[in-house]
């Protein structure tokens, strides 16, 4: 089993940054990758970024690319996602998940709370 809990949501108006944190627990979380989705309202949910498991490897949907970055800190079991620049359509809830398959929402097994991000323009 994994627990997985998100941090670091909020309100920001356009153009701001934000920086959201997964934290892992209850497995080796050096050994896993660690992907970001997101779901906007009345929307499905949506492939944001994925990390490798030694973070050497990273990748981006179309949407967020250019103005997200992931990253992860193996020693604190956390895994990162900064956002820049970022734009009304970024409103979504975020979520982390691990124990799947690139991009397929759902090959993910495990899968954190959520955390709310709203953009004002």
């Known amino acids: 089993q994994v627990q997985l809990v998100e941090s670091g949501g909020g309100l920001v108006q356009a153009g701001g940054s934000l920086r959201l944190s997964c934290v892992a627990s209850g497995r080796t979380f050096r050994n896993y990758p660690i992907a970001w989705f997101r779901q906007a309202p009345g929307k499905e949910r949506e492939f944001a970024a994925r990390?490798?498991?030694?973070?050497?490897?990273?990748s981006y949907g179309d949407s967020v690319k250019g103005r997200f970055t992931i990253s992860k800190d193996n020693a604190k079991n956390t895994v990162y996602l900064q956002m820049n620049s970022l734009k009304p359509e970024d409103t979504a809830v975020y979520y982390c998940a691990t124990g799947g398959v690139g991009t397929l929402e759902k090959t993910y097994e495990f899968w954190g709370q959520g955390t709310q991000v709203t953009v004002s323009s």
């Open positions: 990390i490798s498991s030694t973070g050497s490897t990273t």
